[in-house]
């Protein structure tokens, strides 16, 4: 179990079983992959491993980003029409590098492809679009690095 | 022609109105809408949305039954005073108002003036416009729903 007996907690409460959290239970069951141990991402470790962003809500993206020490909140986005989520970064740093991440299930002005778009403190934007380059409707302008779904083999 | 007056509303249709208000307006003008709820449980601050989709293509947002945005994608009598409607080339909505700015990271254009412009990349025009509560520029100040 993720608990172990404790003692000096509670002192003057009879009867009362005596437990603190083990947190390094907790702190062990990391996300892998996209994040370095740190909770770092770049542009390499996004684009190899852009699958971990898809069927993905906001808050299973939170929880695993919390998991690295990173502190959110999520907000629903008063501005866009669709129902995207925001995941805020409160302690961002160079480590820790993303400072938002939005989940959108798609736009009309985009087609309707969900997609994530991930802002970082120093490396840009990108995007993980949850479909082809095809089906995906752009002005070439868009700052963010997107990145598709890979062609099957 | 119906104007959309920023931080106001349209018409009679003015922002922080109940959504009974909203719904008695529509049904004295004839109009038919459908209901969609958004319960925003994945949130850090839960509250629900509700949706009063217009069959002339305007759609009111609510939460706290209060009327917080208002969205014309296709309405054809409504237009922002400066004449900016949905259907107008971007090109010419950007000479209309100088102060039109493409935000990047919410991929649309925000007027100093108080509304939010989407643009089709089909066709470059206006796809639509939002008028909305002073709150909702701020999506920190909005979700705290203090308003």
Redesign the interface.
């Known amino acids: 179990m993720g608990m172990k007996a404790s003692s000096g907690l509670f002192k003057n409460t009879r009867g009362a079983q005596q437990y603190e959290l083990d947190i390094q239970y907790f702190a062990s069951k990391k996300p892998e992959g996209v994040y370095s141990s740190t909770g770092h991402v770049s542009p390499k470790s996004i684009s190899k491993n852009r699958d971990y962003y898809y069927g993905k809500?906001?808050?299973e993206i939170a929880e695993d980003m919390e998991k690295l020490g990173y502190e959110t909140?999520?907000?629903?986005?008063?501005?866009?029409?669709s129902?995207a989520?925001?995941i805020?970064v409160v302690n961002y740093d160079k480590h820790r590098n993303i400072t938002?991440v939005?989940v959108s299930p798609g736009?009309?002005?985009?087609g309707d492809i969900p997609y994530v778009?991930i802002?970082t403190t120093q490396s840009g934007?990108f995007k993980v679009i949850d479909g082809k380059q095809s089906g995906y409707?752009?002005?070439g302008k868009?700052?963010?690095k997107l990145f598709f779904r890979r062609k099957q083999k | 022609m119906k104007y959309l007056i920023p931080f106001v509303g349209m018409g009679k249709y003015k922002l922080l109105q109940s959504t009974k208000r909203i719904i008695d307006l529509l049904e004295l003008d004839k109009i038919d809408f459908e209901v969609e709820v958004w319960e925003n449980e994945d949130v850090t601050n839960k509250f629900p949305w509700t949706l009063l989709k217009a069959s002339n293509g305007i759609t009111f947002y609510f939460a706290k039954d209060k009327l917080f945005k208002i969205v014309v994608e296709e309405a054809t009598d409504v237009a922002l005073e400066n004449g900016i409607h949905v259907g107008m080339p971007m090109s010419e909505a950007t000479k209309i108002d100088v102060g039109l700015n493409f935000d990047d990271w919410n991929e649309d254009w925000e007027s100093p003036l108080g509304y939010w412009l989407e643009d089709d990349l089909d066709t470059n025009n206006v796809m639509s416009i939002s008028i909305f509560i002073k709150e909702a520029i701020d999506d920190e100040e909005f979700n705290k729903y203090e308003w």
Request: aromatic share 0%; charged share 50%.
């Open positions: 809500s906001a808050e909140s999520i907000r629903v986005s008063s501005r866009r029409r129902k989520k925001i805020v938002q939005q736009s009309k002005r985009h778009k802002g934007k409707k752009t002005d868009e700052k963010a």
